[in-house]
């Protein structure tokens, strides 16, 4: 069973920065891509940004120019760096994984709560 753990979650002021990880289990040159999203109080979960084994990334339009997914092979862990960040981008943060098999495996998620 694959476990997938995030961190970095917080509250952070508009304008701020936070810096999200997802670690799966086992290495993530096993996974096919590894994705954010989130989910907002009262809305649907959507898609933030995927990354696939092949590097090859895209982002929602609501946050490209400001998050940027990358991956750390060495530490074996998807980062997602969030700048300039606004009270909308308040939500629940999920990492998903999927091996090449395309079965999903989701975190339990992490809090970005952006206020003043």
């Known amino acids: 069973q694959v476990q997938v753990a995030e961190s970095g979650g917080g509250l952070v002021q508009p304008g701020g920065s936070l810096r999200l990880s997802c670690a799966p289990s086992?290495?993530?040159?096993?996974?096919?891509?590894i994705a954010w999203f989130r989910q907002a109080t009262g809305k649907q979960r959507e898609l933030v940004a995927f990354i696939t084994h092949l590097g090859d990334t895209d982002y929602a339009a609501s946050v490209k120019g400001r998050f940027t997914i990358s991956r750390d092979n060495a530490r074996n862990i998807v980062l997602l760096q969030m700048n300039s960040l606004k009270p909308e981008d308040t939500a629940v943060y999920y990492c998903?994984?999927?091996?090449?098999?395309?079965?999903?495996?989701w975190g339990q998620g992490t809090q970005v709560t952006v206020s003043s």
């Open positions: 086992g290495s993530i040159a096993e996974f096919y891509d």
């Open positions: 998903k994984a999927r091996k090449f098999d395309l079965l999903p495996y």
